[in-house]
């Protein structure tokens, strides 16, 4: 399954992004998809999941009340709103299937088959 990431660029704090994924031609309905960053020097960490069959939510912590990730009706993108965005969240950002449908397993890198390129979120101070 190839995922195409969209969406990231240059934003001031306390602007919006939208981030989308897509895996042309295929549904994400047996899946569930996760967003996940990374920081300059930090390791890859989990910020949203999705159930797409069902879509069950769940997120970090630190974007709590600040980003929604959604699905499309068609069930063939998923998107990462990010709204109130802060400089610390500034990173890749990778969007990811998990086949396996683990939900306990939502927030852990291992748990995803597929990755998407990552596309580049900034915010400026």
């Known amino acids: 399954v190839q995922l195409q990431a969209s969406g990231g660029g240059l934003v001031q704090a306390g602007g919006s992004l939208r981030l989308s994924c897509a895996a042309p031609?295929?549904?994400?309905?047996?899946?569930?998809m996760g967003w996940f960053r990374q920081a300059p020097g930090k390791e890859r960490e989990f910020v949203a999941v999705?159930?797409?069959?069902?879509?069950?939510?769940d997120y970090a912590d630190s974007v709590k009340g600040r980003f929604t990730i959604s699905s499309d009706n068609a069930k063939t993108t998923v998107s990462l709103q990010m709204n109130a965005l802060k400089p610390e969240d500034t990173a890749v950002y990778y969007c990811?299937?998990?086949?396996?449908?683990?939900?306990?397993?939502?927030?852990?890198?291992?748990?995803?088959?597929?990755w998407g390129q990552g596309t580049l979120v900034t915010v400026s101070s």
């Open positions: 990811a299937a998990d086949r396996g449908l683990i939900w306990s397993s939502r927030a852990c890198l291992e748990a995803y088959d597929y």
């Open positions: 031609g295929r549904t994400l309905r047996t899946y569930n």
């Open positions: 999705i159930r797409v069959s069902g879509s069950t939510t």
